[in-house]
């Protein structure tokens, strides 16, 4: 169902959030590479309302910039000073005109929560004709957490928070999620009607639950039998904790998709990843950002990848590849760094401890080991020797290396960049090129070699009178 003409999202994310300690808001505090925020917004999207507000307060330029770059089509609203969440709500009162019929308001610290989970929350309202409609779940330790006090037809009378319960009160393990959706017109008709008598001084949103079923409006709620789902986040325990939630979501998402992780405790893997089917994912892998790994892939172990695309058929094992395109059937490390801008054609080799950064390496070539390629663009069908280093800086400024196809470069080999190898050229291992070499020549820089006779004998006499 869409919701797009009737329903408004509004996330609650101004908070300071004392007891994560930190300078950086809580939203965008990271989960599996992505801030929490990232998690709860596309859940928000997959079930299409009208619109949605995200409230701002503390270091809110920051959660703002995150918006706006991540979700352009997601306004944000500043609340001036963090007085509770019914405050925060009215922080979007100025937008009244643009909000559905239909509110569904969330805290900004609920990651795991599902867009099944809040298309049944909404639909219950609709449903039932409710004021309001809280999502509830039962925790096996309810500590910290509002309690649901109901009547005997399992109707909602108010919500207790943890500070102001009573001993009984204390006992009920149906809790409060945060999550709630409600009529537009009896929310903004009761909200400005609650007061901040409670512990914390503070206006809270569940007191207005108490105050439509004192008008006579109806409270509904809508219990999940995940209760996962309702985990919230107010301390960096509590953040590891749902980390570890959704990296066992993550991954099992995967392997219900074909993909083999070997060992998925050990792997972190990002929500926006794309892996294919049959590949494979060894452990202690860390695949982040929009990276996309193609099918019949082996990756790891050790492996960690960053907005990188690998593909089809390519074997990368314990190397850095970051903002990178590998092609099919490459085969990259043992610990190799691949760094930004770097392409691949099929068939390549980047072998056992080599470097490449902003590179093009066409197919069939091969890096095999030890070397560093820079500001380089690789022909088809090139081997590159051990200890090669294209030299791309002169202390001012990057310079470009271009080797033609079908070259061979032999170990410990230099290429003072800028300097072009023309097809089929071959340079000798130990040389030291700083002029272009034409097509299909060999070229030898190296010095003379000279074996003194008993100069080995001469050179350990003359250190053994020094000692």
Sequence with gaps: MSYSKNLSVIILAAGKSKRIKSEIPKALHSICYQPILYYILSSVNKINPKNVFV?????????????????????????????????????????RKDLGEDILVLPGDCPLITSG?????????????????????????????????????????KIVEEADATYAEKK?????????????KILFGNIENIDSKNSQKEYYLTDIVEKMVENGNKVACLKISNSKEALGINDRIQLSEVE?????????????????????????????????RDSVVEPFCFIKGKSIIGSNCVIGPFSQITDTEVGSGSKVNSSVIIDAVIGKNNNIGPYSYIRPDTVTGENVKIGAFCEVKKSKINSRSKVPHLSYVGDTEIGSGVNVGASSVTVNYDGYRKNKTIIEDNVFIGSD????APVRIGKGAVVAAGSVITDDVPSNCLAIERGSQKNIKDGAVKYRKKKEMKE
């Design 117 to 157: 989970s809040l298309k049944k929350l909404v639909d219950r309202k609709i449903k039932t004709s409710s004021a309001a409609v809280v999502l509830t779940t039962a925790a096996s330790n309810p500590k910290g957490y509002g309690r649901i006090i109901k009547d005997r037809k399992g109707n909602i009378l």
């Design 55 to 95: 409230v701002v307060g503390h270091k809110s330029e920051l959660i703002d910039k995150y918006v706006k770059s991540n979700f352009p089509d997601i306004e944000t609203v500043y609340q001036k000073k963090q007085l509770g969440t019914a405050h925060a709500v009215l922080a979007v009162k100025e937008c």
């Design 244 to 276: 570890k939630v959704m990296q066992g979501t993550i991954n099992e998402k995967m392997m219900q998709n074909g993909v083999t992780i070997k060992d998925p405790g050990s792997c972190y893997i990002g929500g926006s990843v794309k892996i294919g």
């Design 172 to 184: 009920i393990n149906e809790v409060n999620s945060s999550m709630y959706c409600f009529d537009k």
């Design 413 to 416: 080999t230099m290429l003072i």
